[in-house]
């Protein structure tokens, strides 16, 4: 049996991944709550918010990418939790408002027009298959990678 040094250490996911994790919750809940502030609509200013915070995400990554590809499939965890943080913050909020909407004297033809019309259905259904699809072809980018990115 020989026993080869590692050539860096191993990095701690935990200590990595969950501030990084509790920082979007944070920041995508102050997002859903000026929405909801402001009227309830995904206008611009939703928007250059999002923004702000995919921005925060590349600096994070940035900063931390030399560390996290020490964690196995660290990348890809990394882009799953930004995945599931934004999109489902927007998710719950789309639902509560239709849900709020349903609980009013309205038809389920004014509901549904309300969920798919409006300014709902970019960031619940597109934003989702877009990126969803991107993190897939990550996922399997990994997957063939035995978890390490290069």
């Given at each position: ?62 900063r931390n990418l030399r560390v996290l590809k ?23 909020h789309a639902i509560v408002r239709l849900m ?39 996922l399997i980018g990994s997957v063939l990678g ?5």
């Open positions: 049996m020989s026993t080869t040094p590692q050539t860096t250490s191993p990095a701690n996911a935990r200590t990595l991944l969950l501030p990084y994790t509790l920082g979007l919750i944070i920041a995508m809940a102050i997002v859903q709550i000026v929405i909801a502030a402001t009227g309830g609509e995904v206008t611009i200013l939703s928007g250059i918010l999002t923004a702000v915070v995919a921005f925060g995400i590349v600096v994070w990554l940035w020490r964690v196995r499939f660290g990348v890809a965890i990394a882009h799953v939790i930004a995945f599931v943080t934004v999109t489902t913050s927007y998710n719950l709020a909407a349903g609980a009013v004297d309205r038809t389920a033809s004014d509901i549904a027009r309300a969920a798919l019309g409006g300014s709902w259905f970019g960031v619940t259904v597109v934003m989702s298959a877009l990126w969803g699809l991107g993190l897939l072809i990550h035995r978890g390490w990115e290069d």
